[in-house]
């Protein structure tokens, strides 16, 4: 069964201090994976998208990483900002047929980061 | 350039009441989808469309019927509102289809009593 999760649940961080959020998959075949931002009360907002070939991408403060190997990938927030409180959703593309795809979204990791 | 947009942002409806979700973009994009987001489950696509005059059928679409009668809109119906019908819609649009990147609306919260 395709399956993405994501770890912590929940995150409480100081502004100015770095975090990473992990995310695990197990969908297969694999297409591509993208982290999203969704503020409170907002829609999601695209971070980073990977393909397999991809190891690491940078969104600004933000930096993903891939390893299709162990179907991981994890998202760092270096120097953190209060407005960088929000849910962080792992979504993993999975390829059908041809360009038919279907996104596996996750729970979310929400990120609280307080002054 | 708005992106996308939602209407209305809030509604309460009576079960057995009908409504329908409006989602406008202005990115010329192809493709368009609704999801709903519920607590504790990831967001779950109902329909999509791949071009103007198509539908397709999601994840989760008993319940649901649209309809992309021009490009920039995708329309979402209830028929007759249920209480499991309670959640966050969220419209997106992409230029490549669920591979590539999609384009998120400020959603529409909907309350079934």
């Known amino acids: 069964k395709n399956q993405v999760e994501q770890s912590p649940q929940s995150l409480i961080i100081l502004e100015g201090k770095n975090c990473t959020l992990q995310?695990?998959?197990?969908?297969?075949?694999?297409?591509?994976l993208r982290w999203y931002k969704q503020d409170t009360g907002r829609g999601p907002v695209s971070l980073t998208i990977?393909?397999?070939s991809e190891n690491t991408k940078s969104n600004g403060r933000y930096t993903a990483t891939l390893d299709a190997d162990t179907k991981q990938s994890s998202l760092h927030i270096t120097a953190s900002q209060l407005s960088d409180s929000a849910s962080y959703i792992c979504v993993v593309s999975a390829s059908k047929d041809g360009n038919n795809r279907k996104l596996i979204w996750g729970l979310g990791t929400s990120l609280a980061v307080n002054p | 350039n708005a992106g996308v947009t939602q209407t209305p942002k809030f509604r309460v409806l009576k079960t057995g009441q009908s409504m329908t979700l409006l989602c406008a973009q202005d990115m010329n994009h192809e493709y368009m989808y609704w999801y709903r987001q519920d607590p504790g489950m990831g967001l779950r696509l109902i329909h999509y469309s791949v071009g103007e005059g198509t539908t397709a059928k999601g994840e989760v679409p008993d319940g649901y019927n649209v309809s992309r009668l021009k490009k920039q809109n995708f329309l979402l119906g209830l028929e007759s509102a249920a209480p499991s019908q309670t959640s966050v819609y969220f419209c997106a649009s992409s230029s490549l289809g669920e591979g590539g990147e999609q384009f998120f609306g400020p959603g529409t919260r909907l309350t079934v009593l």
């Open positions: 990977m393909t397999f």
């Open positions: 995310c695990n998959y197990t969908v297969s075949p694999f297409s591509n």
